[in-house]
């Protein structure tokens, strides 16, 4: 298994600032994952982060606005920026590991609120 | 038609009763996720299931690949387990990413 803690664990923040949530694994992976969770809906998927390389996105979200750093194999950020309050949600970061059929596991989330 | 389907969205039961959650997909997958979601928001991982069943203390899980299907059934139901259950597919194409079902809302009443 995988222990994922995230930070932080819930803010308040105010419209046009900018937010970062990290992300920390207890072991070395290849594959992190960020997703987004808007009230009342399933996860979407934001990127995936692979440790050397650019983060590869989703359709609908561009990097400007989700920059994310993977400077090592336990570690990753995402930072959301120039908020708005449509970007209120939780932000959950998952790993992978396996080859083949693999499992996932995830962190506890950052619920974001934008006012 | 979202790709992966659960039922119902919203449950609710008494203490002790079978509690069965279903989720159908339509894409190929070479692996399904049950996940439950606390209100806080976390996600806990509790089954990754590529055929027949799995048993975890009162939670059981089934899939059915011919049929595209998965249940997740608890048995003698307590209201610790009141959380949204999520499945999640994952597909068979190489790229290993999940989609997920809309949740199920699990309400267990004392």
């Known amino acids: 298994s995988a222990v994922i803690s995230q930070k932080p664990s819930r803010d308040i923040c105010q419209r046009g600032t900018s937010l970062t949530i990290q992300c920390q694994v207890d072991?070395?992976?290849?594959?992190m994952f960020w997703y987004r969770q808007q009230p009342g809906q399933s996860l979407t998927l934001i990127a995936t982060?692979?440790?050397?390389?650019?983060?590869?996105?989703e359709s609908g979200f561009v990097i400007d606005k989700f920059p994310i750093s993977r400077p090592n194999l336990t570690f990753s950020t995402l930072t959301v920026s120039n908020m708005s309050p449509e970007d209120s949600s939780i932000y959950l970061c998952?790993?992978?590991?396996?080859?083949?059929?693999?499992?996932?596991?995830f962190g506890p989330g950052t619920r974001l609120t934008v006012t | 038609k979202n790709e992966v389907e659960q039922s119902p969205q919203n449950l609710t039961a008494q203490e002790g009763e079978f509690i069965t959650i279903n989720c159908s997909y339509s894409?190929?997958?070479?692996?399904l996720h049950w996940l439950q979601q606390h209100p806080g928001g976390g996600i806990v991982s509790l089954f990754m299931?590529?055929?027949g069943k799995k048993k975890h203390g009162r939670l059981i899980a089934t899939i059915n690949i011919q049929e595209k299907h998965s249940s997740l059934h608890i048995t003698a139901s307590h209201p610790r387990d009141s959380a949204v259950y999520i499945c999640?597919?994952?597909?068979?194409?190489?790229?290993?990413?999940?989609?997920f079902g809309t949740g199920t809302r699990l309400t267990i009443i004392p």
């Open positions: 998952s790993v992978g590991r396996g080859q083949g059929i693999y499992e996932q596991y």
């Open positions: 072991s070395q992976v290849t594959m």
């Open positions: 982060a692979n440790q050397g390389s650019e983060a590869t996105y």
């Open positions: 894409v190929g997958i070479s692996a």
């Open positions: 299931l590529s055929s």
């Open positions: 999640a597919a994952l597909s068979n194409f190489g790229n290993e990413k999940l989609t």
